[in-house]
């Protein structure tokens, strides 16, 4: 079974400041890992994922995340935050198994941003 | 394009009533799903498809069924609306290829009332 963990519900941050919420995952095999935000009242939008390669993936809006394979763990990052970064963020994991099974996606329960002047 | 429509924004059903949720997608995706939202529980997968004529169940299948006739649509139906299955209802669309998924990209959900 995979598991993805979001430790924080919410995170707060000065404007200007740089940002990390947490995620750590738990599968059997490789992973592909994925960053989505939800804005108010809005569907989730992708951010960035990690399938293989570089450890440090860019992404959308100046987000970035770091692949780290012996803590299992997928932390994004953003050097200044902004007040519109403020928002819900789900990490997400999927194992690709060539078998099938449609790669189900599990996603972890949220951490909430809130970025303030 | 227009991504990912879902349809209706918002419903409000009483206990015992069925309705179909819509969703299309104009990307050519293969694979779609939907998943529910729940306060403190992040999303968890319902039913999702891999292609026209594929539907597999997922975590939380009960309550629910779907079809694929075209590669656009997958409705979602609720066969007898009960108080837990009011949430709020993403339908999510993805490349699809060799087996893997990439990707997903969301439609603006559904939020349901169940009374």
């Known amino acids: 079974a995979q598991s993805v963990a979001q430790p924080e519900d919410q995170v707060n941050v000065a404007e200007g400041n740089p940002l990390t919420v947490k995620c750590t995952y738990s599968?059997?095999?490789?992973?592909?890992l994925f960053w989505y935000v939800q804005y108010p009242n809005r569907g989730l939008q992708f951010l960035l994922k990690?399938?293989?390669?570089?450890?440090l993936v860019k992404g959308s809006y100046g987000f970035e995340a770091e692949f780290n394979k012996s803590q299992t763990s997928f932390h994004l990052k953003k050097p200044s935050a902004l007040v519109s970064d403020s928002a819900l963020y789900f990490c997400?994991?999927?194992?690709?198994?060539?078998?099938?099974?449609?790669?189900?996606?599990?996603f972890g329960t949220g951490t909430q941003l809130k970025v303030e002047l | 394009n227009a991504g990912v429509t879902q349809t209706p924004k918002f419903q409000v059903l009483k206990t015992g009533q069925s309705m179909t949720l819509q969703c299309a997608q104009d990307?050519?995706?293969?694979?779609m799903s939907w998943y529910r939202q729940d306060p403190g529980m992040g999303l968890r997968l319902i039913h999702y498809?891999?292609?026209?004529?594929?539907?597999d169940q997922g975590e939380v299948p009960n309550g629910y069924n779907v079809s694929r006739s075209t590669t656009e649509d997958f409705p979602l139906r609720l066969l007898s609306a009960a108080p837990s299955q009011t949430s709020v209802y993403f339908c999510?669309?993805?490349?699809?290829?060799?087996?893997?998924?990439?990707?997903?990209?969301f439609g603006p959900g559904t939020r349901l009332t169940v009374t």
């Open positions: 990690y399938i293989t390669g570089d450890n």
């Open positions: 599968v059997s095999g490789n992973p592909y």
């Open positions: 997400a994991v999927r194992v690709p198994s060539l078998t099938g099974g449609g790669n189900k996606l599990t």
């Open positions: 498809s891999v292609g026209a004529g594929i539907t």
């Open positions: 990307m050519n995706h293969e694979y």
């Open positions: 999510a669309s993805s490349y699809y290829s060799s087996g893997i998924t990439y990707e997903q990209y």
